[in-house]
């Protein structure tokens, strides 16, 4: 199974995402995980990869995708993978899909978890009130920025899914089981 979440940040995709790894023996993808392993690991890909970061430059979608395709080429792999982080762009999604394409392989859904921005906002100042352990960027200042990112770049990845018919939409305001529950329902299907 091979699997996109999609949403805005604060909608849940990571506690989906752990919940899908724990059941069907899949691999959580992040590509902030992948880049630093390729630096530490100082692959060829991954000596570019400081270079561009030493720089402060924004790592190219090329490089992005090498580091992608070297993963997924990995056993643990086999079984399938959730993409996290990736694609954020059209040109990126357009870039999987011919990496995949090389690869034989395709995505078989694409989950968005629609949310309430409004309501997004409202939880992160509550957790943030109320939790003794506070991300840095868990206030509603950066989750606004983060939205606004979102929306301009990833959003739009919305429709072009949907386009082609993969797009699968849950409604992410719901409990994290119900969630889960609907989440699991579209994956019988594919």
Not at 31 to 54: F, I, N, S, Y
Not at 105 to 120: C, M, N, P
């Amino acid at each position: 199974m091979r699997l996109i979440l999609l949403g805005p940040p604060g909608a849940g995709k990571g506690t989906q995402a752990g919940r899908l790894v724990a059941v069907h023996g899949i691999v959580q993808l992040s590509t902030g995980d992948m880049l630093r392993a390729a630096v530490a690991a100082e692959t060829e890909v991954g000596l570019k990869v400081k270079d561009v970061l030493t720089r402060g430059d924004l790592v190219s979608d090329d490089l992005i995708c090498s580091i992608i395709s070297d993963r997924i080429d990995q056993a643990d792999c086999a079984k399938g993978f959730i993409l996290d982080g990736f694609p954020r762009t059209i040109a990126q999604a357009d870039a999987l899909g011919e990496l995949l394409e090389k690869k034989d392989q395709r995505l078989d859904a694409v989950v968005q978890l629609k949310v309430d921005e409004g309501i997004l906002l409202e939880r992160i100042e509550t957790r943030a009130r109320e939790s003794a352990e506070v991300r840095s960027d868990d206030n509603a200042e950066s989750l606004k920025k983060r939205l606004a990112v979102y929306n301009e770049q990833t959003a739009p990845l919305i429709k072009y899914y949907g386009e082609r018919n993969m797009l699968m939409s849950v409604d992410g305001m719901k409990s994290v089981d119900e969630v889960a529950s609907e989440i699991d329902t579209i994956l019988s299907t594919v």
